[in-house]
Nanobody, 117 residues
Framework: QVQLVESGGGLVQPGGSLRLSCAASGFTFSSYAMGWYRQAAGKGRELVARISRSTGSFTNYADSVKGRFTISRDNRKNTVYLQMNSLKPEDTAVYYC?????????WGLGTQVTVSS
């Protein structure tokens, strides 16, 4: 069965860094575009970053994270990463990993990121 398992969340001080990982299984990882979304308390889910399938040559980011976050993928490990630097309190949210195919999307259960002093 399809699984997307996020890890790496936690509590970090403003200005700090975290790296999220998402381990995928149950589908042909390299054939799917991958993404990270987030949902803060009381708000809707929003796109954070997305990377194209195969070599991951194309990426796009929310304006709010450009220059601070980097998405990458390792097809040998079936894993997508989100490196988050210069974290701000407004980055506090549950972060979800996603996989996007031609006909279906898959989602992980999420990992909490809290940015607070």
């Amino acid at each position: 069965q399809v699984q997307l398992v996020e890890s790496g969340g936690g509590l970090v001080q403003p200005g700090g860094s975290l790296r999220l990982s998402c381990a995928a299984s149950g589908f042909t990882f390299s054939s799917y575009a991958m993404g990270w979304y987030r949902q803060a308390a009381g708000k809707g889910r929003e796109l954070v970053a997305r990377i194209s399938r195969s070599t991951g040559s194309f990426t796009n980011y929310a304006d709010s994270v450009k220059g601070r976050f980097t998405i990458s993928r390792d097809n040998r490990k079936n894993t997508v990463y989100l490196q988050m630097n210069s974290l701000k309190p407004e980055d506090t949210a549950v972060y979800y990993c996603s996989a996007h195919g031609v006909r279906e999307d898959y989602w992980g259960l999420g990992t909490q990121v809290t940015v607070s002093s």
